[in-house]
């Protein structure tokens, strides 16, 4: 039985055959959720490497989009009662999703002065709990529910913000010591940007 060659035409697809199953290769791979398209993700303030010493980085999801724009940072009052932002303030559509930043419980789901207000306490994060706190929040959740990471708790309501802009504030407790929320997320999470193809080594580029 006679061997047939493959032609030169074979050879010089190889490369683009090489480069096309790569491609699939990483479009198949699991990735983490990513925001619907004309959501906010562009990058914001400078932000803290995630953890302070205190508060372990157990965070695996922003409250809002991929990586939103910090529209105000945390800053802590010199003393209890002082002037101070006691959490972070980020850009977000109306409707948009808001969702757990870590697994939890609900430990409040309703309404304070007006504004929709969702609290979680994070789970194995000690006694007291930590708890983060979302508003202003079209609550889809129940008080005493379980959530998991990245689980929907609500959308953004259009009005009741105290930002400028729309926005979410994202808020951290432990009992009633406010801390700064971003120092819950990891420095992957923190700095992550949107998804891109990586070139494949030792693959030819295609002429």
Do not use: K, Q
Not at 45 to 54: H, L, R, S, T
Not at 142 to 170: I, L, R
Not at 171 to 200: C, E, F, I, N, S
């Amino acid at each position: 039985m006679r061997v047939r060659r493959c032609p030169r035409a074979c050879a010089r697809a190889a490369p683009w055959v090489a480069l096309i199953l790569s491609v699939l290769t990483v479009l198949s791979a699991p990735a983490p959720w990513w925001p619907a398209p004309g959501a906010d993700t562009g990058a914001g303030n400078a932000v803290p490497a995630g953890g302070d010493g205190g508060t372990p980085a157990v965070g695996r999801a922003w409250p809002v989009g991929a990586r939103p724009r910090v529209l105000r940072g945390w800053e802590p009052p010199a003393t209890v009662y002082g002037r101070g932002h006691r959490g972070v303030d980020l850009a977000a559509a109306p409707g948009a999703p808001v969702r757990a930043v870590a697994a939890g419980r609900v430990s409040f789901a309703g309404r304070v002065a007006g504004r929709g207000v969702v609290s979680v306490e994070l789970a194995g994060t000690g006694d007291p709990p930590l708890r983060t706190t979302y508003e202003p929040v079209r609550v889809s959740v129940d008080e005493g529910d379980e959530v998991a990471a990245g689980e929907v708790v609500g959308e953004v309501e259009p009005t009741g913000s105290h930002c400028s802009a729309p926005c979410v504030h994202w808020g951290l407790l432990r009992g009633d010591a406010y801390l700064d929320p971003l120092t819950l997320l990891p420095p992957w999470l923190l700095h992550r940007g949107p998804p891109r193809l990586l070139p494949v080594l030792g693959v030819p580029v295609p002429r």
